[in-house]
């Protein structure tokens, strides 16, 4: 079954995040979407690891509200030890599920910086990559540089919409006493 790793910190879960997964659960071809819930981004600074099992907690309610969605979140990446690079994750959910198909779900943005991720190429070719559209980013040239340094990449392009929302403007949002609820999942 090929499945479609999203992970993240997911800090909040919001409708961005709603978006990419309709659309993934409305292609055929994919069997289910499992949400890592990242504890640590280690090129990103200002998320807790310490905050995993509660974003993680908060992830299962926020898909519970939407049983129509092929999502399960998945707690893999708590248990295991930092630092938490997305190759690691990668190989132990094919270790742990060796039947299946993993393809890798990330955004424009983190396609302009995947050459700063650990093994990159290996999950560039071993695993591949869907990359759906954020804005200020041109996915196709992307692909292309992307494409020109190796063939042999796997780089597939998501039509999905962009939703001008982040988790960071909702925290700093709430933070400031505003009510972001309608942008949450």
Known sequence: ??????????????????????????DPE???????VSPKNPLKEGISADTGRERYRAALKAVGRHPELRVWVDDIELDMEPPHYTIRTLDALRAREPENDYVLIIGADNLADIRRWRDYARILTEYGVRVYPREGFDIQALRKELLAEDPAYRIDLIDAPQVPISSTAIREGMARGEDLSDWLM
């Open 30 to 36: 994919t069997g289910w979407i499992y949400l890592v």
């Open 1 to 26: 079954m090929r499945i479609a790793v999203y992970s993240g910190s997911f800090n909040p879960l919001h409708i961005g995040h709603l978006a990419i997964l309709r659309t993934l659960s409305a």
